[in-house]
């Protein structure tokens, strides 16, 4: 029970990453330049977000005119529906304005609405940004705010962590364009290794790279305290968490994921491969329990296998769909009888398995691909 608690506290606290500014610039970026004209005359909803101090909000407003918005919406969750509990202060914003209501600002999300210059400065940016109450507390699964996800064309967020699943479908049963954050491990999730596997979604321009030498950084509460070296503080106090795999899904089209993988032939890779695993090999291990090769690096895929291969899940981030094909994961195709068979019991969930010295090894989850016929 206790461990229970202690678990839910945790994802509770990772449902509190704030984005930064130059990471959702980069990124949108990344599609404009591929198409500028990718958010013209587009309703942009961010729901799950914080208006008045988001990143999300400042960005898409400050660039509405930039991108040819039609419409900007973007949408809170009210404070005492958050999961995770922290002293509030509504802020000086909310508080000067004719109809704050101290109660409301607790219980209820806010909606931010951009269309017009309402400043009459001649400009469309922050400054035109009206407000007020939702009817609810913002909650993306409530009717509210499903009928402003069925306005829009297309919804960019950091959704909450611990309701990533629940969040994708929401947007796919909707249909409808996005951009949201994500972990590498969702890949693997039954809900949405489906959706990758068949060119429904995929990565983003950043997914699971290290920047500077750093991993995707992300803005946490005051309250949050420090522990690990994945958290640290800048010089004006506020603190910081670094998270490893994390990085964008999106239905948008970039150019990256259009370049195929420039790979060696599979007597290339044994004799110049950088890594010890493939480099001096006559042959690549051959799964126990699925008609496949073992590839144990993406870069050690080689260019000229026609027959189906593993590959770590990382390959996502590689994929070009013009390139290989996604025939399915260990998670599902794994034969696990052939496993219990040899080693009497199950040691875990389905995975794909090696001999080695006459030793079954479990692996780590693999994707199963094959090179595209006309490549
Ligand atoms: C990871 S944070 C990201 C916030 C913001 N989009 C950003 O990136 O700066 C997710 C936000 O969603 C809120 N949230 C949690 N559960 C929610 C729900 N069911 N509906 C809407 N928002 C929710 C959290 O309280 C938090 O403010």
Redesign the pocket.
């Known amino acids: 029970m206790a461990n229970t608690n202690l678990a839910n506290a945790k994802t509770a606290k990772n ?5 930064q500014y130059q990471d959702i610039q980069k990124e949108i970026n990344a599609y404009l330049d591929y198409d500028p004209n990718v958010f013209r005359g587009k309703t942009v909803l ?5 208006p008045e101090w ?3 909000t400042k960005f898409f407003a400050q660039n509405f005119e930039l991108l040819g918005l039609k419409k900007l919406i973007s949408t ?2 009210a404070p005492e ?4 509990k922290m002293p509030y202060q509504p802020t000086l914003f909310e508080t000067q304005q004719p109809y704050f209501n101290p109660d409301k600002s607790k219980t209820n999300g806010k909606i931010f609405v951009l269309t017009e210059d309402v400043s009459g400065d001649g400009r469309i940016n922050l400054e035109d940004l009206q407000w007020q109450y939702l009817e609810g507390d ?4 409530s009717k509210e ?1 499903r009928k402003l996800r069925d306005e829009a064309d297309i919804i960019v ?5 611990s ?1 990533f699943r629940e969040f994708l479908a929401w947007i796919m049963e909707a249909e409808k364009k996005f951009l949201i ?1 994500g972990n590498i491990n969702a890949i693997a999730y039954k809900e949405v290794f489906p959706l990758i596997m068949n060119n429904k979604i995929w990565t983003g321009c950043r997914f699971n790279k290290r920047v500077n030498g750093k991993n995707m950084t992300f803005l946490v509460p005051n309250y949050y305290e420090m522990s690990g070296t994945e958290l640290y503080m800048d010089e004006n106090g506020n603190k910081f968490i670094s998270v490893a795999g994390t990085g964008w899904f999106t239905n948008l089209e970039h150019g990256r994921r259009h370049e195929p993988l420039r790979l060696m032939t599979m007597t290339e890779n044994f004799k110049h491969s950088k890594h010890k695993e493939v480099r001096g090999r006559k042959d690549y291990e051959h799964y126990i329990n699925y008609d496949a090769i073992e590839i144990p690096f993406t870069d050690a895929i080689p260019s000229d296998y026609e027959g189906t291969m593993g590959v770590p899940i990382s390959f996502i981030d590689k994929y070009c769909p013009e390139q290989f094909e996604i025939i399915g994961i260990g998670l599902e195709l794994a034969n696990m009888d052939i496993i219990k068979k040899k080693l009497g019991k199950l040691n875990g969930g389905p995975r794909l398995y090696v001999e080695r010295d006459g030793e079954l090894v479990r692996l780590y989850e693999r994707i199963l691909i094959r090179k595209k016929q006309s490549i």
């Open positions: 449902d509190e990453f704030y984005t961010l729901p799950c977000d914080d988001s990143n999300f809170s969750y529906s958050k999961k995770y913002g909650d993306f699964r705010i967020t950091n959704p909450p962590f309701l954050i």
